[in-house]
């Protein structure tokens, strides 16, 4: 009995341990990628400037390193964690949790963005609002404490109209 447990414990350890690094299914080094329709990936890496659009697909994990950049137009992702200076810009899409750190940073294009620093699935904050695009409503938990610092949220074209032609009203006022 104890040999088996002994064995068992050995097993256990090289599970956990791997054999090597561990990497994701899919991985881009460069070159442009599109996902879109009934693709489907597990997780995908993304390193030195690669870059992606997604219209649509299934992604459980995107992360992203080193200077690469994301457009999203839809789609559904369970997970993207950006990294390194690399740049997403997220224009539609259903996404569940978004972690930014280091000198990431994200490109939210919406309005009526609200965001909650408490709760959330990771308890970390969440953030709602509506796409530009569509006018869809969307949520998403925040899981990184700072994730939201680092996220730019881009007002509709008719928004920054508005804002310079009341600066330039004003300035002919004075």
């Given at each position: ?45 993304m ?92 949520t998403?938990?925040?899981n990184h ?18 804002f ?11």
């Amino acid at each position: 009995m104890k040999q088996a447990i002994k064995i068992l414990a050995v097993l256990v350890a090289v599970m956990l341990l791997g054999v090597g690094e561990v990497r994701a299914d899919t991985e881009w080094t460069s070159g442009h990628h599109v996902v879109s329709g009934s693709d489907s990936y597990f997780e995908i890496c993304m390193y030195s400037n690669a870059t992606a659009d997604i219209f649509g697909g299934e992604i459980y994990k995107l992360e992203t390193f080193n200077i690469t950049a994301v457009d999203i137009f839809g789609g559904q992702m369970d997970l993207l964690y950006v990294h390194d200076d690399s740049t997403i810009n997220i224009y539609n899409g259903n996404l569940d949790a978004l972690g930014v750190t280091e000198n990431g940073s994200v490109d939210l294009y919406a309005y009526d963005v609200t965001y909650h620093p408490d709760g959330g699935h990771f308890d970390r904050g969440w953030i709602e609002g509506k796409y530009i695009a569509d006018d869809l409503f969307f949520t998403f938990d925040l899981n990184h404490l700072d994730t939201f610092s680092h996220i730019n949220v881009v007002p509709e074209p008719s928004t920054i109209l508005l804002f310079a032609l009341g600066t330039l009203f004003l300035r002919k006022q004075n």
